[in-house]
């Protein structure tokens, strides 16, 4: 490992500053992508994230040297994969993997990476399963990156990570607070008594409505609750409770 200057030090502090003062859903809005394009000097710094199914979100910082177009998009899935960098646990770069005559063959620089300038990029994947593609990438145009570059978001990533899953956390206990908005008094109401072992039967008798009344309260209840039992939505009540 590179030795790392009093500077590089500085710098990595002020993105773990800049992380940690995120309130939000998205871990890495642009003022922490900032940080680290201060850390990293590169053209571009990008955060890809799926923050929901189906929902892929980029946020990024910098100014591509072409535009992003929809045929830029369509060819990066076409050609995805001719990707040499896959889920690692350190940072990883282009020439790790290829030549830079292997890679300008590519189809995926020929028609995605070099109209927008991007001749090197780093990458940095926030979960080392690949869940969701979340990484951070680091585009540049004119010069390769270096030992030092990969030192320093090396140590970045655990802390990067653990950002992440806060952020995963505060997006799941905004929904779970939306999920308990959306419940009637009455459905929470028949939910109580089922958590407490009560049938059905049981419960229309000390509510005074019929077995059938509570049986669509609980209908309504699962299908808000993303559930499909009455022990499953015991423990999203239970969670809801304790978010």
Request: proline content about 6%.
């Amino acid at each position: 490992m590179p030795r790392l200057s009093a500077l590089d030090y500085r710098k990595v502090l002020d993105v773990l500053g800049e992380a940690g003062a995120v309130a939000d859903s998205v871990p890495f809005p642009e003022p922490v992508l900032d940080a680290l394009r201060r850390l990293v000097p590169c053209d571009v710094v990008a955060c890809h994230e799926e923050l929901g199914p189906g929902e892929p979100t980029v946020v990024f910082t910098g100014e591509p040297r072409g535009g992003i177009t929809q045929e830029i998009r369509d060819a990066c899935r076409r050609y995805s994969h001719q990707d040499p960098m896959k889920p690692a646990g350190g940072a990883r770069k282009y020439s790790d993997f290829l030549s830079r005559r292997e890679y300008h063959r590519l189809e995926l620089y020929q028609e995605a990476d070099r109209p927008v300038g991007i001749e090197y990029m780093m990458r940095l994947w926030l979960d080392p399963g690949g869940s969701g593609g979340a990484r951070v990438e680091f585009d540049r145009a004119g010069r390769d990156f270096t030992e030092r570059d990969r030192a320093v978001l090396d140590l970045l990533l655990p802390h990067l990570r653990q950002f992440r899953r806060s952020a995963a956390s505060r997006r799941l206990s905004t929904r779970q607070a939306n999920e308990a908005e959306l419940l009637t008094r009455r459905e929470r109401e028949i939910l109580d008594r089922v958590a407490e072992g009560k049938t059905n039967a049981e419960v229309a008798s000390l509510l005074g409505i019929s077995p059938g009344t509570v049986r669509k309260h609980l209908e309504n209840a699962y299908e808000k609750l993303g559930v499909h039992s009455r022990t499953g939505a015991v423990a999203a009540l239970f969670e809801l409770e304790i978010a």
